[in-house]
């Protein structure tokens, strides 16, 4: 694993306690002693992983990078920039939608890209229908919020069905 | 079985046995899994949450087949109590402090928990005691096809389990093996073995996971990469490395035996006349002095008191399991009292039994 301000290994991985969610920082030995004696305000304003793909970011033009940032999934809604600052995924479709962003993030964390272990039992085939799901008591919610009653019944009625084919 | 049940016993990863028990305190392996048709933890409504949670209960609860599992809904448990299963190693302080609906299933011999909706939908936990990350895996492996055969988790198939973060994708396995090394801090050598270790993407963190300092000379180690290996060669790596560490604390332990023994046996006998008389202590000063007492019954420098006994003590003194066992809420200063007399009345207990045991 390279350190997250160089090109050096990262030989330090320090868990910082004080945002309001942990955050990891993999540094080489220079960044990290330059981390810990750094005044204690400054730690837990960039977050490890938010620091990791600032980092990736480099090299992008402004316009690319805001573009990217503003993208959001069409399942859950999480946007790319939403899941930077705050270090978690919003739902298994993200992998799917933001995977060019998060490509180079991943294979910089584990050093490689592709599973090999272990695989659920019965297949995940119908992962299409299960994204699904999630969208649409996405949108019921959304329409219960704005008293679009109908829609929303409408909605659930959908969810039901497909719930069902699965049992 | 209830909560209350479980400060009278004792977690099996307590019990000081095992493979190389004097350096090696437990093996524990952890699954992150998630539900393919919900969103992840931070995008879910109170809604998602709780027919998250009721899924996972009611497919848990079946799994639990003719043995008994402890049941414990977190949002209606006090903050004592859910501190209580912190310190016991059954739930994450993230868990603990979280909000919304989230629970924790608990086989009575505390050999495994399962974490619902706590940073993921799903967290299996196997916790052995001593070196035993084979068996811990080939456990945590049957509890996971049992859940898997009546829910579809979420899986893609070139990334693997998916989770919420992507730090824990792919096989979304932790294991970790927690290590008492206290011959090596004395002896200063403790970095370069971090630093080794680190070289080598393994993590280094203190007792209680991320984050925690490394008290009592407690270290955990575990493993960074979830992706790209299979779940038995990441069991591999931390298996073939810890045997070298607990190879390095002994001879660390066997150079101040030889090297200084007088100052060793002082540090030791100091620590355990403290323990059995002080009047007020802190939770920090009595890890502190344990360690020395624990790798001094390991040296032969103190006899009559067991290893399970030492651990047994790591864990009571905690604020949660002090004030669980004296039956009331009790303030910092209370609590170093109370501490205190619990530890001389274990001490000279102990040593009650210890007499008897040699004039026999």
Redesign the interface.
Known sequence: ?KCQKCNK?????I???TGST?Q?YHLCEDHARQYLTASSQEAGTIGG?AALAQQIAVGQTAEELARLDQQACP????TFHEFRS???????HD??CFQPQ?EP??AN??????????????S?L??EK?TR??RL??EM?EAIEEERYERASQLRDEIQRIEQEES | MRLDDLVQSNGEWLRGVGPEADVVISSRVRLARNLADFPFISRTTPQDRAQIEKMLRERIIDIGGEKELLYLDLSQLEKIDRQFLVERHLISREHAESQGARSVAIDGEERFSLMINEEDHLRIQVMHSGLNLQAAWEQINALDDAIEEKVTYAYHERWGYLTACPTNVGTGMRVSVMLHLPALVITRQIEKVFRSLQKINLAVRGLYGEGSQAMGDFYQISNQVTLGRTEEEIVRQVSDIVPVIVDYERQAREFLVKESHQSLHDRVSRAFGILRTAQTISSEETMHLLSSVRMGVNLGLIRDLSISAVNDLFIRTQPAHLQKLAGSELDTTERDIERARYIRRYLNKEDERGDQAGHN
Request: charged fraction near 25%; charge should be positive; proline fraction near 6%.
């Open positions: 694993m290994a990262a030989t330090f991985h868990t910082e306690l942990p990891e992983l399942v859950c809604g999480i705050q270090g978690r995924l919003g739902c298994p992998y799917v998060l993030l991943i964390v584990h050093g490689e890209t592709k599973h090999v272990g272990k695989l659920p039992k019965h995940a119908k992962s299960r799901l999630i008591r996405r919610k």
